[in-house]
Structure formats: C-alpha cells, structure tokens
C-alpha cells in the first residue's frame, strides 16, 4: 500500500520560505510522477510542481521562479521548496504519486502566509 506523509508547513511572513517534505513508503521511482497540490479555501485543487520518473519537472505560472521541486531516491522524499511567499500562497499542500492510472494522495499541510 502506499503512503504518502507531508511534513514542513506552518506560519510564515510574507517573502519568507518554507521547505515541504514528502515521505513515501515505495521507492520514488516506482512511480510515473510526483507532485504537489495546494488547495486554497473553497476551491479545487490544483497542480503546483510535476517531476516524472525521468526527473523533468514543472511548474504552474504562479510559483515559477519562486518553488522548486526535488527529490531524494535514498531517502524516499519529494520536496517543495517553496520562496518568496505571499498571502496567495496560503493554502493546503498535498504530496501526490502517480502509479499506473492510480493517483495516491497524503493528508495534506498547512501553509500559512502572514503578517
């Protein structure tokens, strides 16, 4: 079964950074991609950074320039560093895999942009 566990978010001033962790209990490169969403109050949720197995990754208009996503195969970890912040970026954070037609979802963390 897999599992995937956020870690990272909390309070942070505007143009400040945070770094969001993903734990995952299968080896990273069993999957077709990872990703993060954030969902913002009332919305949907939506595709903030992809890499793919092969390592290229992307970035919704918002965030590029200012996040990057990473990976670290031997610790089983996907990342979402995360600059520049700004109130818009308030929002829930979700780690999610891709495995065949399958997507796999974790519980989500909380960023928070303020003063």
């Known amino acids: 079964q897999v599992q995937l566990v956020e870690s990272g978010g909390g309070l942070v001033q505007p143009g400040g950074s945070l770094r969001l962790a993903c734990s995952s209990s299968?080896?990273?490169?069993?999957?077709?991609?990872m990703a993060w969403y954030r969902q913002h109050p009332g919305k949907e949720r939506d595709l903030v950074a992809k890499?793919?197995?092969?390592?290229?990754?992307s970035y919704a208009d918002s965030v590029k320039g200012r996040f990057t996503i990473s990976r670290d195969a031997a610790k089983k970890m996907l990342y979402l560093r995360m600059n520049e912040l700004t109130p818009e970026d308030t929002a829930v954070y979700y780690c999610?895999?891709?495995?065949?037609?399958?997507?796999?979802w974790g519980q989500g963390t909380q960023g928070t942009v303020a003063s």
């Open positions: 999610n895999s891709k495995l065949l037609r399958y997507d796999y």
């Open positions: 299968l080896s990273i490169f069993e999957f077709n991609s």
């Open positions: 890499v793919n197995v092969g390592g290229t990754t």
